[in-house]
């Protein structure tokens, strides 16, 4: 985690289109004009077709803590591939590192409460997601459309939130300076007041993700 968290750290720092977002306690960064809005457009549109009530890790799909619709796209689609290849280069993480693009849609009221994306070491399946490729080291989500009201991200210990804004990326570092699990990456998906959201996200692990 420390490794890697310096090299995409300086490979960050050096990309003039890539703003480090303030705070001491974890890196989070934001680039405008990701994808074009045609691009975002035809994302939506695959989300559209793949969404299904979102699950969290250990508990499957729950109303309460995650309201969301999400579903895996194809990652073997010509046009995704082109994204993800994106992602990789400015983060400068190989791509086989990289967790399948998962996109998520929220409605009105909608929301994802307050948690980490990277894994509790303690947690039965770790030891799963440990042989099939490690820790989630850094997180990209990209904002797909803009939202009339509500639905933003919320980093709650850092007092930051960041409202939904099409083609943004924001960019974080689920690890300290030190490499450690950063407890200051608490953040939430706050609900949607009117219209709908779209983002997709990608994980990226510490070494190859696949099956174990």
Same mark, same amino acid.
């Given at each position: 985690?420390?490794?890697?968290?310096?090299?995409?750290?300086?490979?960050?720092?050096?990309?003039?289109?890539?703003?480090?977002?303030?705070?001491?306690?974890?890196?989070?960064?934001?680039?405008?004009?990701?994808?074009?809005?045609?691009?975002?457009?035809?994302?939506?549109?695959?989300?559209?077709?793949?969404?299904?009530?979102?699950?969290?890790?250990? &508990?499957?799909?729950?109303?309460?803590?995650?309201?969301?619709?999400?579903?895996?796209?194809?990652?073997?689609?010509?046009?995704?591939?082109?994204?993800?290849?994106?992602?990789?280069?400015?983060?400068?993480?190989?791509?086989?590192?990289?967790?399948?693009?998962?996109?998520?849609?929220?409605?009105? @009221?909608?929301?994802?409460?307050? &948690?980490?994306?990277?894994?509790?070491?303690?947690?039965?399946?770790?030891?799963?997601?440990?042989?099939?490729?490690?820790?989630?080291?850094?997180?990209?989500?990209?904002?797909?459309?803009?939202?009339?009201?509500?639905?933003?991200?919320?980093?709650?210990?850092?007092?930051?939130?960041?409202?939904?804004?099409?083609?943004?990326?924001?960019?974080?570092?689920?690890?300290?300076?030190?490499?450690?699990?950063?407890?200051?990456?608490? &953040?939430?998906?706050?609900?949607?007041?009117? @219209?709908?959201?779209?983002?997709?996200?990608?994980?990226?692990?510490?070494?190859?993700?696949?099956?174990?």
């Amino acid at each position: 985690m420390k490794a890697l968290g310096e090299a995409v750290r300086a490979r960050l720092a050096a990309d003039p289109l890539v703003q480090r977002l303030p705070g001491d306690h974890a890196e989070v960064w934001a680039t405008a004009d990701f994808l074009t809005p045609d691009e975002c457009e035809r994302m939506m549109a695959m989300i559209d077709r793949t969404a299904v009530p979102s699950q969290i890790l250990d &508990h499957g799909y729950n109303e309460v803590w995650r309201t969301s619709y999400s579903g895996d796209v194809d990652a073997h689609d010509p046009f995704v591939q082109m994204i993800e290849r994106r992602i990789d280069d400015l983060l400068g993480i190989p791509h086989e590192w990289g967790e399948t693009m998962q996109g998520q849609r929220y409605a009105p @009221g909608q929301e994802f409460r307050e &948690h980490m994306d990277w894994f509790w070491t303690k947690a039965p399946y770790f030891k799963t997601e440990a042989r099939r490729g490690g820790q989630r080291s850094f997180t990209a989500m990209i904002y797909l459309n803009d939202v009339e009201e509500g639905g933003e991200t919320a980093f709650i210990n850092l007092g930051m939130s960041i409202p939904p804004q099409r083609g943004v990326l924001l960019i974080w570092n689920n690890g300290g300076i030190d490499g450690s699990l950063n407890q200051f990456t608490l &953040h939430a998906g706050m609900p949607v007041v009117k @219209g709908t959201k779209y983002i997709i996200t990608k994980w990226y692990r510490t070494r190859r993700w696949g099956h174990a």
